[in-house]
Nanobody
């Protein structure tokens, strides 16, 4: 059972930056990919970004492409999300997730096996 713990959320002004981190409780050798999702009040949880653990291939939602960067640290079993040029519409609870299998698409939240507790990101205008 993999446990994921997010950190790094907070309040930032529009145009600012935040870096989220997600620490996994055990070695991720059996992990196919890790991703970040977000959920705003009254909305569905949506895909933000993902990274294939062994290859390092990255994927982004169109809404964050060019502003957000996902990365992983194999030695530390962590995945990070660098968020730049933040907008008020980025306000949400951000969740880290891990999946074991390579079913497509990588953006499908139902294919992720483990989830963190979430961290709040608030962007003020």
């Amino acid at each position: 059972q993999v446990q994921l713990v997010e950190s790094g959320g907070g309040l930032v002004q529009a145009g600012g930056s935040l870096r989220l981190s997600c620490a996994a409780s055990e070695r991720t050798f059996s992990t196919y990919a890790m991703g970040w999702f977000r959920q705003a009040p009254g909305k569905e949880r949506e895909f933000v970004a993902a990274i294939k653990w062994s290859e390092g291939t990255t994927y982004y939602a169109d809404t964050v492409k060019g502003r957000f960067t996902i990365s992983r640290d194999n030695a530390e079993n962590t995945v990070s999300l660098q968020m730049n040029s933040l907008k008020p519409e980025d306000t949400a609870v951000y969740y880290c997730a891990a999946r074991k299998y390579s079913f497509v698409p990588i953006s499908n939240r139902w294919l992720y096996d483990y989830w963190g507790q979430g961290t709040q990101v608030t962007v003020s205008s």
